[in-house]
């Protein structure tokens, strides 16, 4: 079979089946998808966190010479710094004058209160919810670069490589769907993003075959941007709603579910690594 053609059908695995599976999730009822959403969420922090600093972050320096670990971190910062901009560029245009804080309408602000907290953090979950799409963009897009990298060096290696990526994603896609639900998209408007974002697996494969030469210099630095919209997310959007619930019974759950994102994600890639290594 033509090598495009492998490349093309083994990235659209690895980006749609691991959304499949964690579309899943949207099956749920209602109340029970509403009691299951806070558990997506801590275990979303554990798994983009360990994403970022387990897997993206160390294959990032590892393409790189070592007086280039400046300019890398640099990067990882830059997007950190971005993505934050990003965001407040986002709610600033989804905030309606006098019903928001941002406006300084303190008369509207002490009138509303209780509509206002509500009010301020849908649009700050629905920035969160649009960094997501984009991070996961920008994840898949560099998955399909790797995709084809493999498939380049041996179809073999490119064949499990992609039901590896595949495996490893469907865990963080289910902490997605969570964010997304949280953020106020709808089961179908949150099925249809994470689609189109999957889909720039295909589009980073496609472009590797053509160009992987010319990629080769400024992958990593897609990696960082990865990284740093991961990092911020999990740090600036989602950690900060965890505290808002502070009994004992509950920040044990949201401990032990950070924990079980971090495993999980872990563990995972492990595995891939060792199928690549056996490769």
């Known amino acids: 079979m033509n090598l495009l053609l492998l490349i093309i059908i083994f990235t659209a695995v690895g980006g749609l089946l691991s959304v499949l599976a964690a579309a899943v ?16 969420i801590s275990f979303a922090i554990g798994a983009l966190l360990t994403v970022a600093f387990y897997g993206l972050i160390p294959e990032a320096f590892a393409k790189v010479c070592a007086e280039q670990f400046q300019t890398l971190s640099a990067t990882i910062l830059a997007g950190i710094l971005g993505f934050f901009v990003l965001e407040k560029l986002l709610i600033w245009r989804h905030c309606h004058s006098g019903s928001c ?5 303190e008369e509207a602000h002490h009138a509303h209160e209780a509509h206002d907290h509500s009010h301020h953090h849908g649009h700050g979950a629905k920035s969160a919810g649009a960094l997501i799409i984009l991070g996961d963009s920008i994840h898949n897009f560099v998955d399909g670069i790797l995709i084809a990298a493999a498939f380049l060096t041996d179809v073999q290696l490119g064949i499990v490589s992609s039901l590896a990526v595949a495996a490893h994603e469907i865990p963080q896609e289910v902490g997605d769907f969570a964010i997304l639900l949280e953020s106020g998209y709808s089961k179908s408007k949150a099925l249809f993003y994470n689609i189109l974002a999957s889909l720039s697996t295909v589009f980073g494969g496609v472009l590797a075959y053509y160009s992987l ?67």
Do not use: W
């Open 213 to 279: 030469e010319d990629l080769h210099d400024s992958l990593p630095y897609f990696l960082a941007l990865a990284a740093s919209s991961f990092i911020y997310i999990a740090v600036a959007d989602l950690i900060p709603s965890l505290h808002k619930k502070t009994d004992m019974k509950a920040s044990l759950e949201q401990i032990a579910l950070i924990a079980a994102g971090v495993l999980v994600i872990g563990y995972l890639h492990s595995v891939v690594h060792h199928f690549e290594a056996a490769g």
């Open 25 to 40: 999730f949207l099956l749920l009822p209602d109340r029970h998808r509403a009691a299951v959403l806070p558990h997506g």
């Open 101 to 105: 804080e941002a406006h300084g309408d």
